[in-house]
Structures are given as structure tokens and as C-alpha cells.
């Protein structure tokens, strides 16, 4: 079956301009999470759904940072008057669902869309 | 200081060669751990899961010391393909679910 996509899978914004960036979870999964990465850096956790409810946005750099997943599938992270130190790779992951505390199931990432402001 | 540290690297090894990465964890209420492999430029894949008693898949073994907080990979007769970087991954369920990652180890294999 196909795995996590996201579109666009680069994006070139001028310093100011609006940004949105797409994400297509696994058919299925409930859970889905918005990481940062910057060069050089590990994936930095920004927001995570599960099914349409925003459960946790503390990550989220600023209020310029925006995410919503109104059906509980398709995800969509806004990005508002974009900054230069908003580059970054944005990665989608999504997992089949969360059980009881202590038990965790598998994050499946998506390629990422690279985000470069000029 | 960072709630999940690892070594940077880069590790240079010859082909066949054993390495170790090592990955230290600050929160003690951390209940999961994995490591992730990256290609450059490649999202991160799970490489497996680390248990308590320690486990091993082909020429990969992970361990956890949950005392000392901190993680292992071993990795065996390495092999070129193994170049990519590591990421050490602590899943804390306190208060909220989250992936927690480290920087990230990279490894070179070399011919």
C-alpha cells in the first residue's frame, strides 16, 4: 500500500509570503505528527492529530505556524509571513493509533517537503 | 541541555568493522525507545525497537539501561550500505505523546 506523502516536496517562498504544505497519512492511521528538521538537527515534534482533534501544539515555533486535519485524514501545516529561519524540512508521520499510555505504536514518515525562504 | 543527546559523529569505520553509538535521555519517565535510520536527504525509517532485555536483529543489537538512561546500537561487520545517520528516539507519554529525538549519529562505512 502507499506509504506517507507530502506535497509540495520543495518550496521556495520569499521572505513574507504564505506557505501551505500538504500531507497524506497511511490510509487508516489515526495518529499524525508535523515535525521541523534543520540541517544537521534531528526531527523537532510540532503538532500532533489524532483523527481531526489537535491534541498537542506545543511545538509550534510561533503563531505564524498553523496545522489543521478538519477530516481526520488529509493534514495541512500553514505557515504564515514566512521567516528565513523557517527553513527547514517539514516531515509528516502518522501511526495506526495510540493505546493505553506506555504503549506506542510505529511512526511511518513521509519524504518531507524542504522549505527554503529567500 | 537536550532531553535526548547523542554523538555526532561522524564515525569514519572500515568495511567489517564494529561500532557502537551511544544516546542519553534526560526524562525518567521515558517509556519507549527506537532507533531510526536517515539517508541524506530520505525521511527517517525505523531500524527497531530497544527492549529492556536487550534485542538483536541480524547484525544490529540494541541495548537499554534504563539506571543509567541512556541507549546502544551495535552494528557488525559493517557494511558500506550501513552509511546514513542514526537517530536515537525516546517516546515519553507524560502529560502528552511525543517522539523525542537526538541530533542524530552519522556513520560512514569505508571501502
Known amino acids: 500500500g502507499a506509504g506517507v506523502s507530502q506535497s509540495p516536496r520543495y518550496k521556495v517562498a520569499k521572505r513574507g509570503q504564505d506557505v501551505a504544505l500538504r500531507c497524506d497519512p497511511i490510509?487508516?492511521?489515526?495518529?499524525l505528527f508535523w515535525y521541523q528538521q534543520a540541517l544537521g538537527q534531528g526531527p523537532e515534534f510540532l503538532t500532533y492529530?489524532?483523527?481531526?482533534?489537535?491534541?498537542?501544539k506545543s511545538g509550534l515555533p510561533s503563531d505564524r505556524f498553523f496545522a489543521e486535519r478538519p477530516e481526520g485524514s488529509v493534514s495541512t501545516l500553514k505557515i504564515q509571513r514566512t521567516q528565513q529561519e523557517d527553513s527547514a524540512v517539514y516531515l509528516c508521520a502518522s501511526s495506526f493509533q495510540i493505546r493505553t499510555s506506555g504503549d506506542t505504536d510505529t511512526q511511518y514518515f513521509g519524504p518531507g517537503t524542504r522549505l527554503t525562504v529567500l | 541541555r537536550k532531553e535526548v543527546e547523542q554523538d555526532p559523529g561522524p564515525f569514519n569505520v572500515p568495511e567489517g568493522a564494529t561500532v557502537a553509538f551511544n544516546c542519553t535521555y534526560s526524562n525518567s519517565a521515558s517509556q519507549s525507545f527506537f532507533w531510526y535510520r536517515q539517508d541524506c536527504r530520505k525521511e527517517p525509517k525505523l531500524l527497531m525497537s530497544v527492549y529492556s532485555s536487550g534485542n538483536e536483529d541480524g547484525r544490529f543489537t540494541a541495548q537499554l539501561n534504563r539506571a543509567s538512561q541512556y541507549i546502544s546500537l551495535l552494528i557488525r561487520d559493517s557494511k558500506l550500505s550501513d552509511s546514513a545517520t542514526y537517530l536515537c528516539v525516546v517516546i515519553t507519554t507524560s502529560g502528552t505523546y511525543k517522539y523525542i529525538f537526538g541530533t542524530g549519529t552519522r556513520l560512514k562505512v569505508l571501502a
Open positions: 492529530f489524532q483523527n481531526e482533534a489537535q491534541l498537542d
Open positions: 490510509s487508516g492511521h489515526v495518529s
